[in-house]
């Protein structure tokens, strides 16, 4: 019968569609629910959960943080938090701050920041 091999490029390409899946499938998981040791002592104007939490790792300009090894966007709307204050500025923001926040993700899975709370340190469970 019909010997049929498979070429190199074609073996390639079936390995990126199976990548791209796997990639994909992962985007498609629920939000990762909080991983705080405590809430206890915050402000009243924390919630008792976040959609995320994790520890600011770079500042990529003014409105660009990577958190926990993903890249998040802030916005002019965007709301922040300390315990020190209810409403804070982008500043406030710096590497090593652990926080808590409420994001959105669109069709090129460019990630948005639309509230973000900045926590007292050895509050977040590293990841």
């Known amino acids: 019968m019909f010997k ?16 791209c899946l796997v990639a994909t499938a992962s985007l498609a ?3 990762q629910r909080s991983a705080l040791r405590s809430t206890e ?5 924390y919630p008792a959960n976040y959609q995320k939490t994790g520890i600011i790792r770079d ?6 943080f990577v958190i926990s090894g993903l890249k998040y966007q802030l ?12 409403f804070s500025s982008r500043w406030a923001l710096k590497n090593g701050e652990e926080v ?20 007292p340190k050895g509050r ?3 990841h």
């Open 41 to 45: 002592g915050l402000p009243e104007y």
């Open 4 to 19: 049929k091999i498979i070429t190199k490029t074609q073996l390639q390409t079936v390995v990126w569609m199976l990548l």
């Open 75 to 86: 916005t002019a709307d965007t709301k922040i938090h300390t315990t020190n204050n209810q």
């Open 100 to 119: 808590g926040f409420s994001f959105s993700t669109d069709a090129a899975n460019n990630r948005t920041i639309s509230e973000i709370w900045v926590f």
């Open 29 to 31: 998981s629920p939000p």
């Open 124 to 126: 977040v469970v590293s």
């Open 59 to 64: 500042v990529l300009g003014s409105d660009t």
